[in-house]
């Protein structure tokens, strides 16, 4: 991984050896560690749908707190967007990087008997944001298939597959698809919220750890979903950093320009004609006499207590909307603009954790100190990335809003390979190459 040395950033910012040390110390995994460095030479990984790959960076972490970083072996990536791939290639060097999770096993390196094997297929099926939602008669549902039979083909020997929590509509199918298909492993399906795991941030996932039968190890007498849930259960942790402290300063250039964009585009849109039929203008007045708030009044005292933000705001509906929310809930720290007035999410309180950060969202932090869009990176810090270890020079500012959107949370998925990883004996996953 590249070391991005003029990144600028927070003092808050987490000592991730220190972060990973303390997992290994929680899971109890660091005699396993010690085992697998003496017997094999590399522990090997690979990834389908990877966006921003946060499990390799977890496994980076876990490998750099027992001084083995240079023991992992990023062996196949697959993601279908140009850029994450740019991405994916400046930060990881994976050896193969496919553009098509569908492409045929014979045309990709082979990842026959790797040691770990993650996959975040498409959440838009299953989110419970989406009104028309087909689960799994989707177009998209189609990768999840297709990492069905990856699975079966190349039968990894550790495998994690996380998705939101609209999932569990399906999950019992899925396992019963995966359990019919795939022979030889023991699955056990959870829902993690990195809240749980010392992050401030909610963000519930179903994870699903699968472990091949040949490479269980002594489990203590409990069944395979017991222990899982018991190692998940210890790694818990406090949350101790306030997620305000973990944004960038104002002077960053990532902030400044993400400021000059916003001012130009809302310019841009107080120069066209408004439309006043639009349905989001009943919503608002509706809101508004349900509430006993007048809109007008509204704005200007938002105007008023939030010059800054209000500059960056830059349509009539999202200042209105923001406007209405905030005279009823004055403590809000956090909102999210992209989305309608009745379902808008938002977080009030200052030791409040943030809400789960979508791809699309535009997260406007009202707290006096900020009162400003997120940017970013910033997405990816939250979501507990090795910012100050990337090149994210490499794609532009919207591409890592999304990434950080899509990902997994760094701590969830570390906590569910080191639970997966535990219930393994070292000496197996080493030999049975």
Request: glycine share 4%.
């Given at each position: 991984m590249l070391v991005n040395e003029e990144f600028d950033f927070p003092p808050?910012?987490?000592n991730y050896v220190e972060v990973g040390k303390m997992f290994l110390d929680a899971s109890g995994l660091q005699p396993w560690m010690n085992a697998f460095l003496e017997t094999a030479s590399k522990l090997t990984y690979a990834s389908d749908c990877s966006g921003a790959d946060v499990p390799y960076?977890?496994?980076?972490?876990?490998?750099?707190?027992?001084?083995?970083?240079?023991r992992l072996a990023f062996l196949s990536a697959s993601e279908c967007h140009r850029l994450k791939r740019?991405?994916?290639r400046c930060n990881f060097q994976p050896r193969e990087i496919c553009p098509d999770?569908?492409?045929?096993?014979?045309?990709?390196?082979?990842?026959?008997?790797?040691?770990?094997?993650?996959?975040?297929?498409?959440?838009?099926?299953?989110?419970?944001?989406?009104?028309?939602?087909?689960?799994?008669?989707?177009?998209?549902?189609?990768?999840?298939?297709?990492?069905?039979?990856?699975?079966?083909c190349n039968r990894p020997k550790i495998v994690v597959l996380e998705n939101v929590l609209g999932f569990l509509a399906v999950l019992g199918k899925v396992l019963a698809l995966i359990r019919r298909n795939?022979?030889?492993?023991?699955?056990?399906?959870?829902v993690l919220n990195p809240t749980f795991f010392g992050a401030p941030l909610s963000r519930k996932r179903i994870f699903i750890i699968m472990v091949r039968d040949d490479c269980i190890g002594d489990l203590g007498g409990q069944t395979f979903d017991d222990f899982i849930l018991a190692k998940l259960t210890s790694m818990k942790q406090p949350i101790t950093t306030k997620w305000q402290?973990?944004?960038?300063?104002?002077?960053?250039?990532?902030v400044n320009g993400d400021r000059y964009a916003r001012n130009a585009l809302r310019k841009k849109n107080a120069q066209k004609i408004v439309n006043m039929n639009h349905k989001w203008i009943a919503a608002h007045r509706k809101w508004a006499r349900t509430h006993k708030v007048d809109p007008s009044t509204a704005v200007r005292t938002f105007k008023a207590a939030h010059p800054r933000a209000a500059r960056f705001i830059s349509t009539h509906r999202e200042m209105e909307?923001?406007?209405?929310?905030?005279?009823?809930?004055?403590?809000?720290s956090i909102v999210n603009t992209s989305q309608n007035l009745h379902c808008i999410p938002f977080q009030s309180g200052e030791r409040c954790n943030l809400p789960c950060l979508t791809p699309k969202g535009k997260w406007l932090a009202l707290d006096p100190s900020i009162d400003r869009y997120l940017v970013g990176r910033e997405i990816c810090l939250l979501m507990g990335m090795a910012v100050h270890r990337m090149d994210f020079d490499c794609v532009k500012e919207q591409v890592l809003h999304d990434m950080g959107g899509n990902a997994m949370n760094l701590r969830a998925v570390f906590a569910a390979l080191c639970a997966a990883i535990s219930s393994t004996d070292p000496a197996k996953v080493a030999n049975l190459r």
């Amino acid at each position: 991984m590249l070391v991005n040395e003029e990144f600028d950033f927070p003092p808050a910012t987490e000592n991730y050896v220190e972060v990973g040390k303390m997992f290994l110390d929680a899971s109890g995994l660091q005699p396993w560690m010690n085992a697998f460095l003496e017997t094999a030479s590399k522990l090997t990984y690979a990834s389908d749908c990877s966006g921003a790959d946060v499990p390799y960076q977890a496994l980076e972490m876990l490998l750099h707190a027992v001084k083995g970083l240079d023991r992992l072996a990023f062996l196949s990536a697959s993601e279908c967007h140009r850029l994450k791939r740019v991405f994916l290639r400046c930060n990881f060097q994976p050896r193969e990087i496919c553009p098509d999770i569908f492409m045929k096993e014979e045309d990709r390196i082979s990842i026959q008997d790797v040691d770990i094997y993650c996959a975040g297929f498409p959440c838009t099926p299953y989110s419970m944001l989406s009104p028309t939602r087909r689960l799994l008669n989707d177009e998209n549902a189609r990768q999840l298939f297709r990492v069905v039979k990856r699975v079966k083909c190349n039968r990894p020997k550790i495998v994690v597959l996380e998705n939101v929590l609209g999932f569990l509509a399906v999950l019992g199918k899925v396992l019963a698809l995966i359990r019919r298909n795939i022979a030889g492993y023991r699955i056990s399906s959870n829902v993690l919220n990195p809240t749980f795991f010392g992050a401030p941030l909610s963000r519930k996932r179903i994870f699903i750890i699968m472990v091949r039968d040949d490479c269980i190890g002594d489990l203590g007498g409990q069944t395979f979903d017991d222990f899982i849930l018991a190692k998940l259960t210890s790694m818990k942790q406090p949350i101790t950093t306030k997620w305000q402290s973990l944004l960038l300063p104002d002077t960053h250039r990532a902030v400044n320009g993400d400021r000059y964009a916003r001012n130009a585009l809302r310019k841009k849109n107080a120069q066209k004609i408004v439309n006043m039929n639009h349905k989001w203008i009943a919503a608002h007045r509706k809101w508004a006499r349900t509430h006993k708030v007048d809109p007008s009044t509204a704005v200007r005292t938002f105007k008023a207590a939030h010059p800054r933000a209000a500059r960056f705001i830059s349509t009539h509906r999202e200042m209105e909307a923001v406007s209405l929310l905030t005279a009823v809930n004055p403590a809000i720290s956090i909102v999210n603009t992209s989305q309608n007035l009745h379902c808008i999410p938002f977080q009030s309180g200052e030791r409040c954790n943030l809400p789960c950060l979508t791809p699309k969202g535009k997260w406007l932090a009202l707290d006096p100190s900020i009162d400003r869009y997120l940017v970013g990176r910033e997405i990816c810090l939250l979501m507990g990335m090795a910012v100050h270890r990337m090149d994210f020079d490499c794609v532009k500012e919207q591409v890592l809003h999304d990434m950080g959107g899509n990902a997994m949370n760094l701590r969830a998925v570390f906590a569910a390979l080191c639970a997966a990883i535990s219930s393994t004996d070292p000496a197996k996953v080493a030999n049975l190459r």
